[in-house]
Nanobody, 116 residues
Framework: QVQLVESGGGLVQPGGSLRLSCAAS????????MNWYRQAPGKQREVVAQITSDGTTYYLNSVKGRFTISRDNAENTVYLQMNNLKPEDTAIYYC??????????WGRGTQVTVSS
């Protein structure tokens, strides 16, 4: 049974930083593509960042230069370092795993609120 557990969300002031973590269990993490998505109230879920099994990364244009995705295959964990946060980054952030057989798994999400 695959489980993805996110942590690290919270309330932060504009310009602040947070680091999200997603711990995976139950499958071959190192061969999987890992994504961070977010969904703001009234909006569709969007992919924020992706890291492939070989470490190639992708970022949503609006977070480029501010967010960094990384992975630790020894710890089966993916991270999202978020700097210079803006109110428009407020959303529930979800961890997503796509396995080598194209099966998708989702975490339950963690709330990020950027407000003064």
């Amino acid at each position: 049974q695959v489980q993805l557990v996110e942590s690290g969300g919270g309330l932060v002031q504009p310009g602040g930083s947070l680091r999200l973590s997603c711990a995976a269990s139950g499958t071959s993490f190192s061969r999987s593509v890992m994504n961070w998505y977010r969904q703001a109230p009234g909006k569709q879920r969007e992919v924020v960042a992706q890291i492939t099994s070989d470490g190639t990364t992708y970022y949503l244009n609006s977070v480029k230069g501010r967010f960094t995705i990384s992975r630790d295959n020894a710890e089966n964990t993916v991270y999202l370092q978020m700097n210079n946060l803006k109110p428009e980054d407020t959303a529930i952030y979800y961890c997503n795993m796509v396995t080598s057989s194209d099966t998708n798994y989702w975490g339950r999400g963690t709330q990020v609120t950027v407000s003064s």
